[in-house]
């Protein structure tokens, strides 16, 4: 069992900046695929970045150059740095933790970015 928390969401304005982390409960990341998603209302979820157990990323086209994923290993958590951010980045981000066949969800984290 893993548990995923993740913290860092909150309001800011356009063109602002936020990190997200998500903390997982025990080292999994030697084995795990990381990623970040997000779903805005009436949306479905979105992947938008992930990071493979050999450190391999992959994005979304919509935030390639604004948003990076990485990981400290020591303190098994997992961050998303955000900037440049847009009002079409308001959603709620959830962590997840992907092994086949099962995954892990966080409890997810609001961001909105609004003037």
């Known amino acids: 069992q893993v548990q995923l928390v993740e913290s860092g969401g909150g309001l800011v304005q356009p063109g602002g900046s936020l990190r997200l982390s998500c903390a997982a409960s025990?080292?999994?990341?030697?084995?795990?695929?990381m990623g970040w998603y997000r779903q805005a209302p009436g949306k479905q979820r979105e992947l938008v970045a992930r990071i493979s157990s050999g450190g391999n990323t992959n994005y979304a086209d919509s935030v390639k150059g604004r948003f990076t994923i990485s990981r400290d290993n020591a303190r098994n958590t997992v961050y998303l740095q955000m900037n440049s951010l847009k009002p079409e980045d308001t959603a709620v981000y959830y962590c997840?933790?992907?092994?086949?066949?099962?995954?892990?969800w966080g409890q997810g984290t609001q961001v909105t970015v609004s003037s």
């Open positions: 025990r080292n999994i990341f030697s084995i795990y695929v």
């Open positions: 997840n933790a992907y092994l086949f066949p099962g995954d892990y």
